[in-house]
């Protein structure tokens, strides 16, 4: 795992980033780490915008859709592990770096997991039961 890496920012901007990361089912850290390494990935190489790049993202409606960036589907995830992973050979990434990239801290993964059954039960999407080995279980409501 990473070194954590903090900073200051504006608390409107902050709200701001919230919301948006809300509104996608992220934390904080993954909405803020996802976008930084977007940005890193547009400066890359030279340390100036790579605008073929930045042009075909906004181009791209898949690729500038950060919603269907998060699929878990393999595909989804080959696509998210290319556009991550840099050119520069010193710079490579090892798989739990990717792993956490993608999928957050496992801290993060159970957090989003407890808030979106949290989520689904208040809408009566989903109920719990206890299966045979006295464990609590999922299933989707009619």
Known sequence: MGN??????????VDEIDD?????GMSRA?????????GRRLFQSSGKVDRKMLQQ????DEAAA?????TTDAEGTEDEILAILPTDKSRA????????????????????LSETLHY???????SYT???DEEPVIYKND
């Open 57 to 60: 993202l906004v181009e791209d």
């Open 20 to 24: 948006e990361a809300d509104n996608l």
């Open 30 to 38: 993954e909405y803020v780490r996802k976008h930084l390494n977007a």
């Open 4 to 13: 954590q890496v903090c900073f200051k920012m504006d608390e409107d901007v």
């Open 130 to 132: 206890i299966n045979d």
């Open 93 to 112: 990434a090892t798989k739990d770096e990717l792993r956490t990239e993608i999928f957050g801290t496992t801290e993060e993964q159970k957090n989003r």
């Open 120 to 126: 689904l039960e208040e809408r009566d999407q989903i």
């Open 66 to 70: 950060l919603r269907d960036n998060l």
